[in-house]
């Protein structure tokens, strides 16, 4: 797979940086702090699972620099995604998800989408923010929880660089490669990029949202698999709405060259308590909801044709 954007990105990164600069955690944190992907299981199905925004790892110098509590830094965090992932998992698909928090470097969003307001000092040229990013929710987010600001005071960019280089990029790395590999060795490949999304109590919420970026980044067929078993399954579902599919999906998907992704966000009052963040008794509902999807979607990739 060429990856051009993300050439691009090492660019930026080498003009950023004089020199060799160590990694952003220190002390404390270092010594605790888990690496910023997992990746378990091997390429043995053409499926492929991801969490990019299940990390919860809030490492004590993030919080501390936060004019929020923990409780609200982790408003925005799919919880227990890559658990929910465990049985699909089990049936062969390769799997891998973010450690660190989405409020502290957020994989889903280009690399330097960024506000440059947050930031003292010059910004770089290539800094390139757009509308997302403007309003504070780019790869380093400046708000969280009813736009409430995340920082005390503006940030060194070099903050936001050493972020790119030592989370964003080792995310995006784990799973270009994975994607590359797991496409090479079985001619196609689809990514399911698993997501969580919260109940909206002023208007009925769909159970699960499945965004493909309006019909562009994976084979229609693989959409509407999924629309049917969970709908079979008892499931309410929207397509597109409210959520098409962020940078991982646009990015990644490339149906004509046999890359698909398909973003799946469920609702998390499904199986866990917003308010306290503990799992609730449907969790294995909700795992075993997952397995029979993926079983599907492995039946529509062991069976020809694709759109090529």
């Not at 399911?192 to 949202?209: E, G, I, K, N, R």
């Not at 499945?210 to 579902?237: N, S, V």
Request: aromatic share 8%; with cysteine; glycine share 8%.
């Amino acid at each position: 797979m060429k990856n051009i954007a993300h050439t691009l990105i090492r660019r930026g990164l080498n003009r950023v940086f004089p020199g060799d600069i160590a990694p952003l955690a220190t002390g404390a944190d270092t010594m605790t702090a888990p690496a910023p992907v997992v990746f378990s299981g091997g390429l043995t199905t053409p499926l492929v699972l991801a969490s990019p925004h299940s990390g919860r790892f809030y490492a004590d110098s993030f919080v501390q620099s936060s004019r929020q509590s923990l409780a609200l830094l982790r408003s925005g965090e799919d919880s227990f995604v890559e658990e929910l992932a465990a049985d699909a998992h089990a049936l062969g698909p390769a799997l891998l998800h973010a450690t660190f928090p989405r409020s502290f470097c957020d994989v889903n969003r280009a690399a330097w989408d960024l506000d440059p307001r947050m930031f003292t000092g010059p910004i770089p040229a290539f800094v390139k923010a757009t509308h997302r990013g403007l309003s504070g929710l780019g790869s380093i987010p400046r708000i969280v929880a009813d736009n409430r600001s995340i920082y005390r005071t503006r940030l060194p960019f070099m903050e936001a660089a050493l972020r790119i280089r030592d989370y964003w990029m080792p995310y995006h790395a784990a799973l270009a490669d994975t994607l590359t590999k797991t496409q090479a060795q079985h001619g196609l490949c689809l990514l399911l990029d698993l997501h969580s999304m919260p109940d909206t109590p002023d208007a009925p919420s769909p159970d699960f949202v499945l965004g493909d970026g309006h019909g562009t980044t994976c084979d229609g067929r693989f959409i509407q698999t999924a629309e049917d078993i969970l709908r079979a399954l008892g499931f309410k579902t929207t397509r597109n709405d409210p959520y098409a599919g962020g940078y991982v999906t646009r990015h990644y998907g490339r149906p004509s060259q046999g890359l698909h992704v398909l973003q799946i966000e469920m609702r998390r009052g499904l199986y866990m308590d917003e308010t306290t963040r503990e799992k609730t008794e449907n969790f294995s509902a909700i795992q075993k909801a997952l397995a029979i999807l993926a079983k599907a979607l492995l039946d529509d990739l062991s069976t020809p044709p694709l759109r090529s």
